[in-house]
């Protein structure tokens, strides 16, 4: 029993991982303001068939619009999940607000990518990722299922963890690596 099953909350994410790390992800079907009790019952329909097999699971979402912060809801779907699969390993890493916050904190990476200079003091943390980066790159120069996709592939996870404190705490760059 060695299976490690990977959620992701958004399409970017799953496309990523599958390109990036040929990592087969599951879509956990959540809105932008689902309390924990509601992601750990869409969390829980994915695991449950294969809850045998599984002595992992690594979930990647966005905090969104939530009202709490990444620490209190992952610990609040932590304790939900843990109470229901107690035999099974669960790494919850949550971006605030998205994705593209952890993406776009990699400004190095990003300027080169996007062949303009992104301040290395810009922060991302804690905006709509996808909002901020036009201040930054200019309006329609930023296509989530493209320059997302390949982004996450070409930044320097532990940069983005010293830029960004829910990478740090959701320990991305070791959950990416252990792949």
């Known amino acids: 029993m060695s299976k490690t099953i990977y959620l992701v909350s958004g399409e970017m994410e799953r496309e990523a991982l599958r390109k990036t790390f040929k990592i087969n992800a599951m879509l956990i079907g959540n ?39 990444c620490t209190d809801f992952r610990d609040k779907l932590l304790e939900e999940l843990s109470a229901k699969f107690p035999e099974i390993e669960f790494h919850i890493a949550i971006a605030d607000m998205d994705t593209e916050c952890w993406i776009f904190s990699d400004t190095e990476t990003c300027s080169k990518y996007f062949k303009k200079r992104i301040s290395p003091k810009a922060i991302f943390e804690g905006t709509c990722g996808y909002t901020s980066i036009k201040k930054h790159i200019g309006p329609g120069r930023y296509e989530k299922m493209t320059d997302g996709v390949r982004l996450m592939g070409l930044v320097d996870w532990k940069i983005i963890e010293k830029k960004s404190l829910s990478a740090a705490m959701s320990k991305i760059s070791t959950l990416l690596a252990s792949v």
């Open 31 to 69: 809105s932008h303001t689902a309390k924990a009790n509601v992601v750990a019952k869409f969390v829980s329909s994915a695991v449950i068939p294969k809850r045998l097999q599984t002595s992992r699971v690594v979930i990647i979402m966005d905090r969104e619009s939530r009202p709490e912060t």
